[in-house]
Each structure stands twice: as C-alpha cells, then as structure tokens.
C-alpha cells in the first residue's frame, strides 16, 4: 500500500478475511488461499465506519449517517440509505428487519426489504445507544448509561431490562442462549437471552472497553491493567489470567493462542491454565480476533497479510 494508507482493521466474516485501510478501501480475501475476491472504496477517507454484519450474502456497514449493504462475491454494493443522524452502534439484521442506533438515541426499526422504519423504540432515560444483537426470536440492546433492554423482533414491545451500575461502551456477544455483557463497572456479565436473568457475574478489577471472545468452552475478557482472562463458559470460574495478554487470537486443541502487548503469541494451556510456549511476531499490528477456524490471520501496518496454522 502506498503512503499514507494503512491497514486499520481486519476480521473474519463467513468464508472470507477482510482487510479495511484508514482510507476505507476494503479488501475481501478467500481466506484458504488468500487470494482476492473484490477490493473497493467504501465511503470517502475521514467518515468513521462501523460493522460490518454478514446477513446471507451480504455485508452490512454504516459510514457515518449511510447504511451499505455490500455483496460478499463480487464486492458491489447493492443498496445504500441515508438517515438524518448519526449511526452510535454496529447495526444489525435478521430475517425481517435491520435494527440501527442512531444518535437521536432511539433504535430505529427498518422494514429489511423496503428499507422504510416500522417503529423506534428507546430507553426510559434516553441515553445513547451503544450495542445491538438481534435474530429472529429477540433482539437486545445496551446504553451508556448501564442499561441492557430486551424487545420483541417485530414491535416495541419489552420482553425485559437489566441494569448494570456503569456504562456499557464495548460490543455485546450472543452464544447459546445466553448475552455476555463487557460493563465499565469492572464486571463481567452473561444474561438469559430470554428472561434476562444473571446466570453469573465475574469481576475483572478494572473498566471493561472491548467485547468478549466467545468459545465452544471458554470465554476471554481483556481488562485494563490486568491483561487477559480466560473464564469457564458455564461457571465464570476463571481458568487463567495473562498480564500481557491483549487479545485472543484463535484456540485449537485445548490450547489458547494469545496476542501480547509487545506482539507476541503466547500459547496457554487451558487445561491446566499454565504457559507453554511463545512466538515472536516482530512488526505485527493487526490481527483477526478470536478467529473460529483454528488459524491466525495477522498483519502490518503496511498491508503485508498472513495465515499461520497452530501445530497439531
């Protein structure tokens, strides 16, 4: 890539590796052979984007006040849609609608195939909405003022809320019945999707800003000043706590392949919750989190890309 483009961000969606620089030129890859399927610009460089969610073929990103709906095949964009304010969140579909926080503070409700809203709903003390998860059966929304709120899919109706004592500013996760929820308020939470209800709260020690990596066994949490958590999915007993630790970057075999502060991988055994080995990544700055198909997908800042398969 030439100055003064950089990659900003990659991550994984279906069957592809996605590469998006901080000039909002998004590269899909085929990530067996790396190989390219389209690149485009998205939206001028300076607009802030958001997202993307893969819905079918198509992936869904918000550039500042615009909605885009891209193909995943041939990179086209299919659709696009202004609003009259700011997108605060990630927006997301299911079957019928597209669900869109805006900075009105109301949830937006679009009809997904006319793109015209059916109904907006927000919370009782009208703070920002910062998260949205939805399927067919419900859809969930967080605030920065704490508050996580359950409507029905297809009408403003409250299915439940629960509330938290800090803002919610990182990125919900839904797995198996279940809202994992990231809280300013040093805890760490996983909620009954149906009747909200704390299945267990784990404290962190510190303000928690980026979203959970949810595995088949495992959950990992970063928190400010005390690295990496791995907890146990079904308890919230923690299983190990990495300082160094940033992120997670895949699992295979039981064994947790972690991204520290200074680039290193650092294997952990989540067995008996003890280091095994590390690798140094010199000039790796980007990277695919909690990849699901056991490899890693690293990068420079320069565009250099990369897919490493974990030893057996």
Not at 297 to 309: F, M, N
Request: glycine share 8%; hydrophobic share 40%; charged share 25%.
């Amino acid at each position: 890539m030439d100055e003064p483009e950089r990659l900003q961000h990659l991550f994984f969606r279906g069957e592809s590796i996605y590469a998006l620089t901080n000039q909002n030129y998004l590269l899909g890859l085929n990530k067996k052979d790396g190989r390219m399927r389209f690149g485009k610009f998205l939206v001028s460089a300076g607009f802030s984007v958001l997202g993307p969610q893969l819905f079918e073929n198509n992936l869904f990103f918000t550039a500042g006040n615009s909605l885009l709906q891209i193909n995943t095949e041939f990179g086209r964009e299919v659709s696009s849609k202004h609003f009259n304010f700011t997108v605060t969140a990630p927006i997301v579909r299911n079957a019928k609608h597209i669900y869109v926080a805006g900075s009105d503070r109301r949830l937006h409700v679009l009809n997904a195939e006319s793109r015209l809203e059916e109904f907006q709903v927000a919370a009782d003390n009208d703070s920002v909405i910062t998260s949205i998860l939805a399927d067919d059966e419900y859809v969930v929304f967080s605030t920065e003022e704490g508050d996580i709120i359950s409507i029905s899919p297809d009408s403003p109706h409250r299915n439940w809320q629960f509330n938290v004592a800090g803002a919610i500013s990182a990125e919900m996760v839904a797995d198996d019945g279940a809202v994992f929820v990231s809280c300013q308020d040093t805890n760490f939470y996983k909620l009954n999707t149906d009747k909200g209800r704390m299945i267990w709260k784990f404290h962190a020690g510190a303000k928690l800003l980026s979203p959970a990596r949810v595995t088949q066994k495992v959950v990992y949490q970063h928190a400010r000043q005390h690295g990496l958590y791995a907890i146990d999915k079904e308890s919230g007993k923690q299983i190990w706590q990495l300082d160094e630790g940033r992120d997670l970057l895949t699992e295979a075999n039981e064994k947790a392949y972690v991204i520290t502060n200074d680039s290193t991988v650092l294997v952990m055994d989540n067995r008996t919750g003890k280091k095994m080995y590390s690798v140094c990544l010199t000039g790796v700055s980007k990277y695919v989190s909690g990849s699901p198909d056991s490899r890693i997908y690293i990068g420079d800042c320069v565009g250099r890309l990369a897919c490493l398969k974990p030893a057996s």
